[in-house]
């Protein structure tokens, strides 16, 4: 049996645009991210299609690229109305609780709706749109490292169970109560 490759992380994700200039400038103003390379042609070299496009490349830190395709002669992008708006985002990665306010403060500065900061006992996030449409968030991890090992232990069960049942498992309920009594470290009410 051939071995699977061994990945040594995520190379670049691309998205489309709108128009690559704004959604370059945008990115470098509101979220910093420094703009690294483009790359332009006429035909696209993997299916060899006549159609001209323009690819943008920015640094989201960490080596981790996003990247974004403008296609003028396609229909005018859309999105998939059959997958709600919440459903499909970019989330990215802060330090600290302080560094997710600052940004929450210097969105809102730039005129945009943004949605908390919302707690997910792992994180809390904050959620906002690109001039394209995408939604984007941006993540504080705070969860500990015996939360990140039950979760990953029962990872397993809980997607046998939903491939079953299509409900949500109760494995990892502890992850929604808020009473200090209900400590997700007390093996008592971690279900399992």
């Known amino acids: 049996m051939t071995p699977s490759p061994t990945l040594n992380g995520v190379h670049h994700v691309a998205y489309r645009c709108k128009n690559a200039k704004e ?97 997910h006992t792992l994180f809390e996030s904050i959620y906002f749109f690109d001039p394209n449409g995408h939604r984007l968030e941006l993540a504080w991890n705070k969860g500990t490292p015996d939360q990140y090992a039950e979760l990953k232990r029962v990872a397993r069960d809980m997607l046998d169970e939903w491939d079953q049942t299509k409900k949500a498992p109760q494995h990892a309920a502890w992850l929604h109560v808020t009473e200090l009594s209900h400590s997700p470290l007390r093996t008592d009410l971690v279900d399992g």
């Open 23 to 119: 959604t370059v400038a945008f990115y470098e103003r509101v979220l910093g991210m420094e703009f690294l390379l483009a790359i332009a042609e006429n035909q696209v070299p993997s299916t060899k299609a006549p159609d001209p496009y323009m690819h943008v490349f920015l640094d989201a830190g960490r080596n981790n690229v996003l990247a974004f395709f403008e296609i003028p002669n396609s229909p005018p992008m859309g999105r998939d109305e059959n997958t709600p708006q919440w459903v499909q985002h970019i989330a990215f990665q802060v330090e600290t609780r302080e560094a997710l306010l600052t940004a929450l403060a210097k969105i809102k500065a730039e005129g945009l709706d943004v949605i908390g900061p919302t707690d």
